[in-house]
């Protein structure tokens, strides 16, 4: 096309000519690419966030189980966890860690309180691997070996125990025979996390000191894996599955629906609010385009008296709103990396810690800007910006020149 | 661009304008017929409100007649389209209006090379043209100014630059002198005059400027819509 | 003025499609923010009443320092008698007493440690939903029988039905041990998990009998679903306990910070969208404005020159921006009114709607609040807005001269 060039630096100087007015409508579309971005990066952060705490606590990517336990999460319920045929599923190179537990209802009791709790088993070194509890210990230590006789508590069940470091606590549970066992342990760690929820739910103890307490030798209730990352977390599932059919097999998506859920409804919502944001802009964009054409109503009669074809002049009233869109989507994009960067590792929103507890999330979110989202807001912006920007355009070339030129 | 003499370039028969003005029907034209001839240099003049710009208009085809026709070259200017005509003006016609003539954001040669731009006219040519042209209409060393930044009569001369630099068969020019003071006319009309000699080229100019009726080689008087009167002068310079 | 009043409205005409363009991102501003602020204060409407209907009541009293540390001796001398005493004072009925303990609770071939609670059925079943949701069997009968009732998913967990027996072990206010075994009479289905999974009554006076509580309890629960009167309720409350200066009346936010804080942060990002809405909205009118007074600069300069004082024009102009502003304002107010009334009518819900409502105990279907508040507020943000950028071009005018402007095209 040869007229591409006048086209273009027609475009980009009638762009600069009412600067003030240019500036202001780039300011408009500025801040609307960088809400649409810097939201997307919160939410995305939120969800990521949350995802990643739900795997943190105890959850992990996949859950290996008794098919009766999550319906009655009891001793009996258990599977042997060290089978060789089960252990040797596992060792699929998309598994990057595991841990075997043991996982049932007891009691905790000081001198003074009593709690109901869930009482968490575990081999201290693969434990450490796949959950929060050994980086989230400040008071005491996290187990050494498994020959340890300890147990770890949460900081406000001590507190709600009025116990402390060093202090016995008995914990009873139902043993394999179904009696209650009860058994005495040292305090020797407190751990502390950002909700209260779990430091008063579960208590840990190493695995060989419950096979002790509940006669339990050679069970598990639960196997908690860690895949490579997200992506392959489906498929190791389903391997697993078939591999183990006398096992229920599950995805943190199938055990916590609520964190899969919320994780959806941020994604989902990013498309209305992007819409949203560009139905705000789309009003100024139209109007200023229309007002630019009005003001050179006689611009676009001259060049049709010159023998310029109306295409002409409607792709020379697009490419004009082309660059604007393009420059506000550079600025937009660049301020938000900016308020992303400078927020450091997030936002701090602990002022809400029991409702963000309450929602299932942690304290501090962080912005997460994903290609994906990006590219979602950015051609959100310079699709809709150019089908909006037609309707000027199409005016622009609509104009009769011999009036167009009358026109004062 | 060939040179036969007496060649028709345009032709006018039974041409005729109404408009709706409110309830009113104004009749800006009627049954004009009119000829013009390669090389001639034609003055339209009468009041205001006479027709001279519609009629330029209908020429060329920016405006549609409500009836009779228009031959430009001989070729039916009803019968093409938008896309068509167009083209015939960017090919055929150079147009000179009484203000605005210029782009505000392209300097005095991007101006002038515009039309040649899209005609597909290579740079190195385009370049070579519009320098001539700004220099024979005594503009030289001033191609880089923006039309903000030249006198009326500059940016009237850069206008009749763009209108002959590609050689069109006819040049419009709307009241080319209606912003100038007589001086600066006086000059322009030197300037359209010596084009036409120039070049050959065609000129129909709508005025009411007795100066430039006077200096006209043929004068078309219009009242009302209608020719009253045809004259052809000798006597210029 | 009416001159002046017709002046401008012919002026906000000139460009029609212009006006009707800015006129719709106003309006669209407004149905938006009315919309949504709606909804969101709905939605907590429903959070608010769903968490204080359930369980937790409107207002608490308890003992200083219990609500930290909810230890079995922080508790309240005659309970029951201060209940008595609080309802015949104020005529409100829904006011009850309890007392909370923790139990080992076993059947026969399950144990489960739950919260236990003593309560007194007949205000019990004013103050909390948890006795209206008794799916098999039946409530408790009195103050003092032997009975207990449980939630669904425990009793599931326990495989026990009504008709079985529990045993209930835990130790007492003076750590001795306390142990009994009642039969289960009922088995509610709250619809909150947590609570279904945790928590399970018995009549308060056997509560007592069973954790050597003597006739003490732990809180009083004071229900009542205006939740705009708390602060007076509370006063209410504080006063008739004000002799004993160990106790303290609690409201729902402090009881349950959780979800008031949710409401916080989600108003307050629903707040932070908005305003960004609000500021591109108001930066694409302020170009119409700053246009519609730099178009008119001759226009302007002639009205100088009739001896106009820019003070008048600039008082046009921002006339011209107030009829605008008023009537797309009302057009979006009332679009966005019709959307709220059809969805207060009909309610609102949406995919996932359910699992989410269930974390917060409220219904899935959210339907609007329409009060002044829900409606005037949006509008009222854009409206100043809006006047905002209508006065940085009236200022422009101010410094208009005549000969200068109409010079200019």
């Keep these: 096309m040869r007229s591409l060039p006048l086209i273009t630096s027609l475009a980009w100087r009638n762009l600069w000519r009412n600067k003030r007015r240019t500036m202001v409508i780039l300011f408009a579309m500025v801040l609307g690419v960088w809400a649409m971005i810097v939201t997307a990066a919160f939410m995305r952060g939120m969800a990521i966030q949350m995802l990643d705490d739900t795997v943190n606590n105890l959850t992990g990517h996949i859950q290996i189980h008794h098919k009766n336990y999550l319906d009655d999460p009891v001793i009996e319920n258990s599977f042997f966890g060290n089978d060789t045929a089960l252990l040797n599923t596992l060792k699929l190179p998309d598994i990057i860690h595991w841990s075997s537990r043991i996982r049932v209802p007891a009691v905790i009791s000081s001198e003074r309180e009593t709690r109901g709790v869930v009482l968490l088993a575990i081999e201290p070194e693969a434990e450490a691997n796949i959950s929060f509890l050994k980086n989230a210990i400040t008071e005491g230590q996290y187990f050494s070996s498994n020959d340890e006789n300890g147990i770890i508590i949460g900081k406000k069940l001590a507190q709600n125990l009025e116990t402390r470091l060093g202090k016995r606590v008995v914990v009873m549970s139902q043993n394999t025979k179904n009696e209650i066992a009860d058994s005495g342990y040292r305090i020797s760690g407190i751990y502390d996390t950002s909700g209260e929820g779990m430091e008063t739910d579960f208590i840990f103890i190493t695995k060989r000191a419950a096979e002790q307490l509940l006669d339990s030798t050679g069970l598990s209730s639960e196997i908690a894996v860690i895949t490579r990352s997200l992506d392959t977390v489906l498929s190791v599932q389903k391997n697993l599955a078939a591999k183990n059919p006398e096992l229920d097999i599950q995805d943190w998506s199938s055990l916590q629906p609520y964190t899969k859920l919320v994780v959806e409804m941020y994604s989902d919502f990013q498309y209305v609010w992007h819409l949203i944001v560009f139905l705000a802009m789309s009003f100024g964009i139209i109007n200023t385009l229309l007002m630019t054409i009005y003001e050179r109503t006689r611009e676009f009669g001259l060049f049709q008296a010159l023998g310029l074809k109306p295409g002409f002049i409607l792709v020379q009233v697009w490419t004009e709103a082309l660059f604007m869109l393009t420059i506000a989507l550079f600025i937009g994009n660049f301020v938000s990396w900016l308020t992303v960067m400078t927020t450091g590792d997030g936002i701090d929103v602990s002022a809400f810690s029991q409702g963000m507890e309450l929602a299932q999330m942690s304290n501090i979110i962080p912005f997460v800007i994903l290609f994906e989202d990006l590219l979602l807001a950015n051609i959100i912006v310079i699709a809709l910006g150019l089908l909006t920007s037609l309707y000027p355009a199409w005016k622009a070339s609509q104009l009769v020149p011999a009036d167009a030129i009358t026109r004062i | ?237 | 003025m009416n001159t002046t009043l017709n002046f401008a409205w012919r002026n906000i005409w000139r460009h029609p499609r212009r006006t009707i363009l800015t006129m719709l991102a106003i309006a669209f501003g407004a149905a938006l923010l009315v919309f949504s602020i709606g909804l969101q204060l709905g939605q907590y409407d429903l959070m608010i009443k769903g968490s204080i209907s359930i369980y937790q009541g409107l207002l608490q009293v308890q003992k200083k320092g219990y609500l930290d540390e909810p230890k079995i001796r922080n508790d309240i001398k005659d309970i029951q008698n201060l209940a008595r005493t609080i309802r015949d004072k104020t005529g409100i009925k829904s006011i009850t007493a309890r007392a909370n303990g923790f139990a080992l609770v076993s059947s026969e071939q399950r144990s489960y440690g739950t919260l236990i609670t003593g309560v007194e059925p007949e205000y019990e079943k004013l103050v909390s939903s948890i006795p209206g949701t008794i799916k098999e069997g039946r409530y408790l009968l009195s103050d003092d029988s032997h009975e207990v009732i449980i939630g669904k998913s425990l009793a599931n967990n326990l495989r026990i039905k009504t008709g079985d027996e529990l045993t209930l072990m835990g130790s007492g206010r003076d750590g001795s041990i306390a142990a009994t075994i009642l039969p289960v009479s009922g088995i509610y289905d709250s619809g909150s998990k947590e609570l279904d999974r945790n928590l399970i009554q018995i009549p308060i006076k056997t509560f007592q009998e069973v954790f050597s509580m003597g006739n003490a309890g732990h809180a009083l629960i004071f229900y009542h679903d205006e939740i705009k009167k708390e602060h007076f309720f509370r006063q209410q409350l504080q006063q008739l306990i004000a002799d004993n200066n160990q106790l303290l009346t609690l409201s729902w936010d402090q009881l349950q910070p959780g979800i008031k804080q949710a409401i916080e942060l989600d108003y307050s990002s629903g707040w932070f969208m908005y305003l960004v809405l609000v500021a591109i909205i108001t930066l694409s009118i302020l170009n119409t404005f700053l246009m519609s007074v730099l178009e008119r600069s001759r226009e302007f300069g002639i009205m100088l020159a009739l001896g106009y004082k820019p003070f008048n024009i600039a008082k046009l102009v921002m006339l011209e921006a107030l009829i605008l502003t008023f009537f797309a304002l009302t057009l979006g107010t009332l679009a966005g009114l019709a959307i709220n009334v059809y969805f207060a009518v009909y309610g609102l819900t949406f995919e996932g709607m359910e699992e989410i409502a269930q974390m917060y105990n409220m219904s899935a279907t959210l339907h609007p609040q329409i009060t002044f508040e829900s409606i005037l507020i949006g509008p009222l943000v854009i409206f100043i807005f809006t006047i905002l950028s209508a006065l940085y071009p009236a200022m422009k005018i101010r410094h208009l001269q005549p000969v200068e402007a109409m010079r200019k095209i």
């Excluded at chain 2, 205001?48 to 208009?57: A, D, I």
């Excluded at chain 2, 210029?102 to 005095?108: G, H, Q, R, S």
């Excluded at chain 2, 040649?116 to 006219?121: A, K, L, R, Y």
């Excluded at chain 2, 003071?181 to 000129?203: C, G, V, W």
């Design chain 2, 1 to 237: 661009m060939q040179n036969t003499d007496n060649q028709t370039v345009v032709i006018c028969t039974d041409l005729s304008k109404t408009y709706q003005q409110g309830l009113i029907q104004v009749h800006a034209l009627s049954n004009i017929n009119f000829e013009v001839n390669k090389g001639e240099f034609i003055c339209l003049s009468g009041p205001s409100g006479s027709g001279k710009s519609t009629l330029l208009n209908m020429i060329g085809g920016l405006d549609t007649p409500s009836s009779g026709k228009v031959y430009i070259d001989g070729e039916e200017i009803d019968k093409l389209n938008k896309s068509e005509l167009a083209d015939m003006r960017l090919h055929k016609i150079g147009f000179v209006f009484q203000a605005y003539n210029l782009i505000p954001v392209l300097t005095a040669q991007e101006n002038i090379e515009m039309v040649m731009q899209m005609q597909g006219v290579s740079k190195n040519e385009r370049h070579h043209k519009s320098l001539n042209i700004l220099q024979e209409v005594g503009l030289g060393g001033l191609e880089n100014r923006k039309p903000t930044e030249l006198s009326g009569g500059q940016q009237q001369r850069i206008a009749v630059a763009r209108a002959i630099v590609s050689r069109p068969s006819l040049v419009l020019a709307d009241e080319p002198t209606a912003n100038l003071d007589s001086l600066t006319a006086s000059k322009l009309i030197d300037l359209m005059l010596q084009m036409n000699e120039l070049h050959n080229t065609t000129f129909i100019i709508s005025t009411h400027d007795p100066m430039i009726m006077q200096r006209s080689k043929k004068l078309v008087k219009l009242h009302d819509g209608k020719i009253i009167d045809n004259i052809i002068q000798k006597n210029n310079v």
